[in-house]
């Protein structure tokens, strides 16, 4: 699998865009790229999933360019309540088992 | 659409007792994963379940551990004999078979061994 480095912690302030960069670069061909968002005391929560150039959601974006050794997680006007750990990871569901190896996340904290 | 269900959502268990937990995967989906979360730490994946098969137990302890997905009922996940360091918190997840590349997770069972 994929490993994946991000950063271990970002702060910003509400109405902000907070941009995530996660770096993989020994990405597969079939690998897909998956963000989770995790609040304390609560199981991981799908954000959005991307194979290449750009994805966006009502919750985020997600930015892929073309060699796909990196992606951005882009949030839009923050608010203190995306405080949590965000998860970057890849896989294609099919090797290794479907087990998705969780690295360390990154910790965003909103301030007012 | 009920997501993924987990019960109990806090477990005390006594060193040398026996835990219990339980899955129940979203609706349609017969994919099911465990992974454990201790403090400050991403998950560690466990076991990964189809129905009445276990796929990959890679990550399970190779004692005091199992884990069933039976063709009717939730997935268990069971822990013999538990110890302090087994206290964690423990998520199911699940996937429909058309696509495996995303798994929803449930709220978790927080296991506290005393």
């Known amino acids: 699998l994929a490993k994946t480095t991000q950063p271990i912690s970002m702060d910003s302030y509400e109405g902000q865009e907070v941009n995530i960069t996660c770096s993989h670069n020994?990405?597969?061909?079939?690998?897909?790229i998956t963000w989770y968002q995790q609040f304390p005391s609560q199981g991981p929560r799908f954000i959005i999933q991307?194979?290449?150039t750009k994805v966006t959601n009502e919750v985020a974006s997600l930015f892929i360019p073309a060699d796909r050794k990196s992606s951005t997680l882009s949030l839009p006007r923050v608010s203190l309540s995306d405080t949590a750990v965000y998860y970057c990871?890849?896989?294609?569901?099919?090797?290794?088992?479907?087990?998705?190896?969780f690295g360390g996340g990154t910790r965003v904290l909103v301030k007012p | 659409n009920a997501g993924v269900m987990q019960n109990p959502r806090h477990l005390v268990r006594r060193r040398g007792q026996e835990a219990r937990l339980r899955c129940s995967p979203m609706?349609?989906?017969?994919?099911v994963y465990w992974y454990r979360q201790l403090p400050e730490e991403g998950l560690k994946f466990m076991v990964y379940?189809?129905?009445?098969?276990?796929?990959?137990e890679s990550g399970m302890p190779k004692e005091r551990f199992s884990a069933e997905f039976p063709k009717e009922g939730p997935s268990i996940l069971r822990i013999q004999q538990v110890v302090r360091g087994d206290s964690a918190a423990y998520f199911c997840?699940?996937?429909?078979?058309?696509?495996?590349?995303?798994?929803?997770f449930g709220p978790g069972t927080r296991l506290l061994v005393l």
């Open positions: 997840a699940s996937s429909p078979a058309k696509d495996l590349k995303t798994q929803y």
């Open positions: 020994n990405i597969a061909t079939n690998d897909y």
């Open positions: 991307g194979y290449k």
């Open positions: 990871l890849v896989g294609d569901g099919k090797a290794a088992g479907n087990k998705l190896t």
């Open positions: 609706k349609g989906h017969s994919h």
């Open positions: 379940l189809q129905k009445e098969n276990i796929i990959d």
